[in-house]
C-alpha cells in the first residue's frame, strides 16, 4: 500500500536533497494546502486504509462524539452492529476489523451513517469525451473534508477510486476509469406531516425488520463487480435495499447518465441531463426536502453550463455552503477524477487530479503547478 504523499517516485529525490516530483511529475508548490491522500490498496477492502490514515479516523468518530454526545454514540454503535450481524451483511467482517483497529465506539455507526446532503449532476462532457458527474458532499461533521481520502481499490469489475474515510467500507463517490463514475445521495424525508425526530426514528425501525443491503454497501458491490455502464444501472435500479436513497450514475458515453431514485423495492430513472439534491423529482414517491435548500441547490447545479469552464467553476452558494465537505469532478471515459476537501465553506486541501493512475497537485483555478 502507498500515499501520494510518499510515493516510491520521491524517494530518489529526497534521498539526493532535491525537490520531490508529484505522481504526474509536476512540481510542488509550497504555498498550496496539501491535497487529499492517495492511498493504493491490496485488493477491493479499504481496511487497509488504517494502517496508514487511523488518525484520520479518530478525527471523524471524534466529531460525530461531540456533535451527538458520547452516550448517544455508544447506544447506536451497539444497535448498528446488532442490525448488521441480524442481517448478515456481506461486510461484516471488514466493519469488526475497523473496530478492533481503533478500539472505540463509532465504528459500526460510522458504517450505517446516511445524514448527509448532496447535489450531484451527470452530463455530457463539454469536451466531446464522455459523461461528466459533478458532485458536492455536504455533512454536518466538522473535520470531515480534512479526514477524506482516495482509495485505489480493486474488485472482480477492475479497479477504481473510492472517496472515502478510513473506517468506512461502504462507497459514497468513486470513479472507475472506463467503466463509470457513480455517487449516493440522502433522500428526502419520507413523512412530511411527522416531525423530523419522529421520521428518523421510524426510519430506523424499519430498518430493523430488513435484511436487505444499506444504499452504501450496494454502491461498494456495483463498482466491485459490474463491468460496463448498463450492468450498473440495472443493478442500482433493482436490488432491495434498506433505506430509500438517490443513485446517480455516469458512464463512458456522452448520453450514459441517470439519476435513480429509490425507494426499498421501487425506483423512478431519469436520463442525463440530470440533476440530483435531496429531494424527489418523480411526482410519485411521498417526502419533503430535508431543509437543506435542496430545490435551491438543485436548481442552481442545474443551471451550470460548462463549457470549457475551470474545475469547481459550478461550486458557487448555495451548492457551496458551510456544511459542503468534498467537491468533485469525474470522468470515467477520460479515467480523471479531481477533488478538493472543505470545511466551513472554506478550502481546507489542495486539490487533487488523478487521471487513470497518475495524481498531480492543481491550483484553485485548475493550473498544474
Same mark, same amino acid.
Request: glycine share 8%.
Given at each position: ?25 509536476v ?16 485488493g ?10 487511523? !488518525?484520520?479516523?479518530?478525527?471523524l468518530?471524534? !466529531? ?5 454526545g458520547?452516550?448517544a454514540?455508544?447506544?447506536?454503535d451497539?444497535l ?13 467482517? @471488514?466493519?469488526?476489523?475497523? =473496530? ?5 465506539? +463509532? ?10 446532503a ?8 463539454p ?9 458536492s ?5 466538522? +473535520?470531515?473534508?480534512g479526514?477524506?481520502?482516495v ?12 472517496? /472515502? ?7 459514497v ?7 463509470f ?19 428518523? /426514528?421510524?426510519?430506523?425501525l ?18 466491485? @463487480?459490474?463491468?460496463?455502464?448498463? @450492468? =450498473? ?13 438517490i443513485?446517480?450514475?455516469? +458512464?463512458?458515453n ?6 435513480i ?8 430513472v ?9 429531494h ?5 414517491f ?43 469532478? =469525474? ?10 476537501g ?6 481546507? /486541501? ?8 497518475? =495524481?498531480?497537485?492543481?491550483?484553485? @483555478?485548475?493550473a498544474?503547478?
Amino acid at each position: 500500500m502507498s500515499t501520494n504523499s510518499d510515493t516510491s517516485i520521491n524517494a530518489p529525490a529526497r534521498r539526493a536533497g532535491q525537490r520531490p516530483r508529484t505522481l504526474a511529475g509536476v512540481e510542488r508548490a509550497a504555498e498550496l494546502l496539501a491535497p487529499m491522500p492517495l492511498v493504493a490498496l491490496d485488493g477491493s477492502s479499504p481496511v487497509g486504509l488504517l494502517d496508514s490514515e487511523a !488518525a484520520r479516523a479518530h478525527t471523524l468518530i471524534e !466529531a460525530a462524539t461531540n456533535l451527538y454526545g458520547g452516550l448517544a454514540v455508544r447506544v447506536a454503535d451497539r444497535l448498528s452492529r446488532r442490525w448488521l450481524v441480524r442481517s448478515r451483511n456481506p461486510y461484516l467482517g @471488514e466493519i469488526e476489523t475497523a =473496530a478492533r483497529h481503533l478500539d472505540r465506539p +463509532g465504528v459500526w455507526l460510522l458504517n450505517l451513517s446516511y445524514e448527509w446532503a448532496c447535489t450531484t449532476r451527470v452530463l455530457p462532457d463539454p469536451h466531446g469525451v464522455g459523461n461528466r458527474m459533478l458532485r458536492s458532499l455536504d455533512w454536518l461533521l466538522e +473535520g470531515l473534508g480534512g479526514a477524506t481520502v482516495v482509495a485505489h481499490q480493486s474488485g472482480p469489475a477492475g479497479p477504481y477510486y473510492n472517496v /472515502t474515510w478510513p473506517g468506512f467500507v461502504g462507497v459514497v463517490t468513486a470513479m472507475a476509469p472506463r467503466r463509470f463514475s457513480a455517487a449516493l445521495n440522502q433522500a428526502p424525508w419520507l413523512r412530511p406531516r411527522l416531525p423530523v425526530w419522529l421520521d428518523w /426514528t421510524l426510519d430506523r425501525l424499519l430498518l430493523w425488520r430488513t435484511g436487505a443491503m444499506p444504499p452504501a454497501h450496494l454502491l461498494r458491490q456495483v463498482f466491485d @463487480e459490474c463491468r460496463t455502464f448498463a @450492468e =450498473a444501472k440495472e443493478r442500482l435500479r433493482d436490488t432491495p435495499i434498506c433505506l430509500p436513497a438517490i443513485f446517480i450514475l455516469s +458512464g463512458v458515453n456522452p448520453d450514459e447518465g441517470v439519476v435513480i431514485e429509490r425507494l426499498e423495492l421501487e425506483a423512478e430513472v431519469h436520463e442525463s441531463p440530470a440533476c440530483a439534491a435531496n429531494h424527489w423529482l418523480n411526482g410519485r414517491f411521498r417526502g419533503r426536502d430535508r431543509r437543506t435548500q435542496s430545490v435551491v441547490r438543485h436548481a442552481r447545479l442545474s443551471r451550470f453550463e460548462a463549457n470549457g469552464a475551470p474545475s469547481f467553476s459550478w461550486l458557487v452558494p448555495p451548492v457551496l455552503n458551510e456544511s459542503t465537505r468534498i467537491a468533485i469532478e =469525474a470522468n470515467a471515459a477520460r479515467g480523471e477524477l479531481v477533488l478538493r476537501g472543505f470545511d466551513d465553506g472554506r478550502a481546507v /486541501t489542495g486539490v487533487l487530479r488523478v487521471v487513470d493512475g497518475r =495524481a498531480g497537485r492543481l491550483t484553485a @483555478e485548475g493550473a498544474a503547478v
